[in-house]
């Protein structure tokens, strides 16, 4: 009887914890939000350009070296493979469709299994989230200021763009490993085929 009582104990104590934690967090995160909303301009337009190779060509059109410090060539989503585009979207954000930029379910799943963990070993955000931190942002940060901002400029683009712009962004964006920065490197790179 002593055992299930102490289990109580602890995850009430866990659970008070973590809600006193949040409520002190809740000050400062308003102000981040506010300046979120204050933010002028159009998020998407604001996004950095995408740095992407260049190839090389004899006089004959064929390919003889490429160049760039980064591996990307853009494609359009229309050009991705179905299947490749389920697989990111269950492995990355499974309600990206349903979601306005921020995925409220996931963030606490993830806020209550890394405490459960006892560190980070999941996160909430979500495609739009990522696209915003990869494009608008210079230096990774993994400070709580910096996630509200980056959850409220992702509720402004998701507001902005379809959510088809935004996957194509994020497919051309993201690094998948091995030098390869986008889903067409990615596929060449891994497969030998077009994505």
């Given amino acids: 009887m002593a055992r299930p009582f102490a289990r109580m104990t602890a995850a009430l104590v866990a659970g008070g914890t973590a809600l006193a934690l949040c409520l002190l967090a809740l000050p400062p ?23 992407e190779r260049t190839v090389i060509y004899d006089n ?31 492995t990355e954000d499974r309600n990206f469709y349903e979601n306005a930029g921020v995925d409220v379910q996931a963030v606490a799943r993830a806020f209550f299994r890394n405490v459960d963990a006892g560190s980070v070993s999941q996160g909430g955000s979500t495609i739009t989230q990522q696209l915003v931190k990869n494009r608008l942002f210079d230096a990774p940060q993994r400070t709580l200021a910096r996630k509200v901002r ?17 996957l194509e962004e994020y497919l051309n964006t993201v690094y998948f490993g091995q030098g390869s920065y986008g889903v067409r490197s990615a596929a060449e790179r891994f497969f030998g085929v077009q994505p």
Avoid: C, F
Wanted: hydrophobic share 50%; proline share 3%.
């Fill in 60 to 90: 004959r059109g064929r390919v003889i070296g490429e160049l760039g410090l980064q591996d990307r060539a853009s494609v359009r989503l229309s050009d991705v493979s179905p299947v490749l585009i389920a697989a990111v979207l269950n």
């Fill in 29 to 51: 995160a308003v102000g981040v939000l506010a300046s979120g909303a204050r933010y002028e301009g159009v998020v998407g337009d604001d996004l950095k350009a995408l740095s």
């Fill in 150 to 166: 980056e959850a409220a400029l992702a509720l402004r683009l998701d507001a902005e763009w379809p959510k088809n712009k935004i």
